[in-house]
């Protein structure tokens, strides 16, 4: 179970960390605020995630250990959300696929029979319902807006479908929780994922690629190069100053 | 095209039952993506309930040039108040 949560957490730590990057940076300042509270949103999800490991754990750590005090191979997030931010298309797709899967998965959750977990779920869904529709949103106008818009999603399709597969992917932590019924069978919600991707893909004049092969092994600490640049910056203060507080 | 987005004048409801109020303007490509910046800028510390967005070019406004002829003759019409009632002792909550 804490290794489930903590791929929950981690997720939410490492793409909300990533959106924090455009902070001052996005193309407009009304997208610096929009991707920010999407930040923030994640960053309070893994929070919580990270304050029940701890609880459930019981041996005196708290939500700072998990985040400042792992290394690459104890993070358990997908490696799309470590990928870097690109351009704006590429952040905006990272998103939505992200999105895509997580609001299913959270829709489900929020019916495990795990009380706490049901009730994470069910919270954190309004927040994500958002998200997704946020990056629905941009995936229609950038798809279905100018050619150079179109180009630099397309591009940014072509960079990161390779990442895609994996959130839905079971590895051991999922089929077992899976088999007990406490999270859902990620196979049987594949078909809403897609089919939602797929909808808003067909309204950006966009097709869903096919036959790419699938990257794995984030869940289970495997990670690219860039999640170390991401904890290098992420962790220096309380590393080079430990237990440093504000 | 144009590089700029159009301004949205943006109506935030803080409360059911209170009236739109006018709470700022911002830039945004359309009417959906309005709605979804003013989400963010203006109720993100719980201001609302719910939002109107309204290009700002379909605002017409009085000309402070003319505030004269438009605001000048109500000001000494009291008698549009209706403040010269007596109300009973016994009717409170006015």
Redesign the interface.
Known sequence: MNQYLLQLADNALILGHRLGEWCGHAPEMELDIALTNIALDLTGQARSLYQRVAELEGIGKDEDDYAYLRDVREFRNALLLEQPNGDFAHTILRQFVFDAYNYYLYQALAQSKDEWLAGFAAKSLKEITYHLRFSSEWILRLGDGTEVSHAKLQAAIEDLWTYSGELTIPNEVEKDLAQQGIIPDLNLLKPAIEGKMSEIFAGANLSMPAGIFMQTGGKDGRHSEYLGFILAEMQFLQRAYPGQEW | ?KKE?PLWEIFIRSKSGLNHKHVGS????DA??AL??A???YT?RNEGVSIWVVESKHITASDPDDSDPLFEPARDKVYRHPTFYTVPDEISHM
Not at chain 2, 26 to 29: F, N, Q, R, T, V
Request: aromatic share 8%; glycine share 0%.
């Open positions: 095209m987005w911002l830039h945004a490509s959906e993506m979804e910046n989400r963010d800028l993100r």
